[in-house]
């Protein structure tokens, strides 16, 4: 069974940044992509960061030139560097991955809870 378990969140104030980690218990190379997704209170998830395996990203406008997204193979690791937060960007932040082959199976972490204080 394939797990995704995120950590780095925390409280920050405006202007700082934090590091998001999401760990898989299996080779990310076999994910078609993984990304990052958050829910802030009385909205819908959002996809924030993408990556594919080829390592294409893409960012939902809001974030571009502010948080980058990048994969470690070696570690099965990917991470989200968010810089020049602000409290616009509180929200629990989930780690996703999807595979396809036999259907397409996606799978998502716990969720790490980001709090940016004005």
């Known amino acids: 069974q394939v797990q995704l378990v995120e950590s780095g969140g925390g409280l920050v104030q405006a202007g700082g940044s934090l590091r998001l980690s999401c760990a898989a218990s299996t080779s990310i190379a076999g994910f078609d992509a993984m990304g990052w997704y958050r829910q802030a209170p009385g909205k819908q998830r959002e996809l924030v960061a993408s990556i594919t395996r080829g390592g294409t990203s893409n960012y939902e406008d809001s974030v571009k030139g502010r948080f980058t997204i990048s994969r470690d193979n070696a570690n099965n690791t990917i991470y989200l560097q968010m810089n020049s937060l602000n409290p616009e960007d509180t929200a629990v932040y989930y780690c996703?991955?999807?595979?396809?082959?036999?259907?397409?199976?996606?799978?998502w972490g716990q969720g790490t809870q980001v709090t940016v204080s004005s």
């Open positions: 996703h991955g999807y595979r396809t082959g036999w259907g397409r199976n996606d799978y």
